[in-house]
């Protein structure tokens, strides 16, 4: 990957961090709302809570990924697969950008 490339892929994980944690800032402002009756009147179940918190906590790991994500592309060992070692394209990261593993490591192996 060279320096351009770098730095394409640091923008768009700074973009997607950016709509992550405006995602999050709007469930939490969504759910401190929510007066005891609204929730009793929209018949919120506990399926509903799984839900959001199954989002949220997704959200959350994704976010965590890509923030790590910024500092190893900076660092020696950024772009490089954690498994085998070898180069993880630019079109891979560019497609998963919180990714640490090459096309190749992420198949599944073969029984």
Do not use: F
């Not at 923008?11 to 709007?26: P, S, T, W």
């Not at 401190?32 to 959001?52: F, M, Q, T």
């Not at 990924?65 to 490089?80: F, I, P, T």
């Amino acid at each position: 990957m060279n320096d351009q490339q770098r730095l394409k892929l640091k923008r768009l994980i700074r973009a997607r961090i950016a709509l992550l944690e405006e995602v999050l800032g709007d469930i939490g402002t969504i759910t401190s709302r929510k007066h005891p009756e609204e929730v009793e009147s929209a018949h919120l179940d506990i399926s509903d809570s799984s839900v959001e918190s199954e989002i949220v906590g997704n959200t959350e790991r994704e976010l965590t990924r890509l923030k790590l994500n910024l500092q190893w592309l900076d660092s020696e060992e950024g772009g490089a697969c954690e498994r085998c070692g070898g180069e993880i394209s630019y079109a891979r990261l560019e497609t998963a950008p919180d990714t640490w593993l090459c096309a190749a490591c992420t198949e599944p192996k073969g029984e």
